[in-house]
């Protein structure tokens, strides 16, 4: 954890950027809870979960612990009423309407209101969840009347390549997109996040403006399952 902090900081300090803008998300896919503990005891207290199923098992475990929770994975319907149930205070993978309408009528049921993240998909992959950027400004304006969410930034999961002006030219729109949002001064929308880089490409996101990374691999170590088994999950 220490060498990912000096990586977003020596980051920050090539795009002359205050390090205490970004902030370092722990990805815990996949990783024991006892593991996870070490980590929240270590001072890094934002984690996040790709799957419902893994919140659920970890909840008692870490429910001592002080953090925060959020959700990156693919969020089905089925599945709203369980994700606020172990206390996820920002859903990062908001990707379309009907998610939203249906996430709003539960929290709505419960009395809450909860954060999120616009997902979208920058890198054109038929694979990759998220709303294609030609219709981010649209989803944006629909989920900013549901009162319940909390719109609070855009995320998204570039390109896997060792390419970096590739992965770069993701982040990149995933900025453009944020400003003219910003421009819009849209009602019930305030766009200080973009949630983008992990691993191997941190240092990329934070140069195109980056306010969350999400790290698993560089501080857990490599998991028995690849990337694109978090990403590719069934469309529902």
């Known amino acids: 954890m220490a060498a990912i902090q000096e990586r977003i900081n020596n980051a920050c300090k090539e795009s002359n950027r205050n390090p205490d803008e970004v902030k370092l998300l722990l990805a815990t896919k996949t990783v024991p809870a006892e593991r996870i503990k070490i980590a929240l005891q270590a001072g890094h207290t934002l984690i996040a979960e790709n799957k419902v199923q893994e919140l659920k098992e970890k909840y008692e475990t870490l429910k001592g612990v002080p953090h925060t929770n959020h959700f990156i994975g693919h969020l089905q319907t089925n599945k709203i009423k ?7 205070s920002c859903v990062q993978s908001l990707d379309r309407l009907d998610l939203a309408e249906k996430l709003h009528q539960r929290l709505q049921f419960e009395n809450k209101t909860i954060e999120v993240l616009i997902q979208v998909n920058t890198s054109f992959e ?76 941190l240092e990329t996101a934070i140069a195109e403006g980056a306010t969350i990374v999400r790290v698993g691999t560089a501080i857990f170590g490599e998991r028995i399952y690849p990337d694109s088994y978090y990403w590719n999950e069934q469309k529902a």
Request: net charge negative; proline share 2%; aromatic share 4%.
């Open 82 to 88: 369980e994700v606020l149930k172990y206390d996820v």
């Open 126 to 201: 038929e694979s990759k969840f998220g709303v294609s950027p030609d219709n981010a400004i649209e989803l944006v304006e629909q989920v900013a009347q549901l009162e319940t969410l909390k719109i609070k930034g855009l995320m998204t999961i570039g390109l896997f390549s060792a390419e970096t002006q590739k992965v770069r030219k993701c982040f990149r729109l995933l900025n453009d997109i944020q400003q003219q949002i910003i421009s819009l001064n849209i009602p019930n929308v305030d766009m200080q996040e973009l949630s983008m880089g992990m691993s191997g490409d």
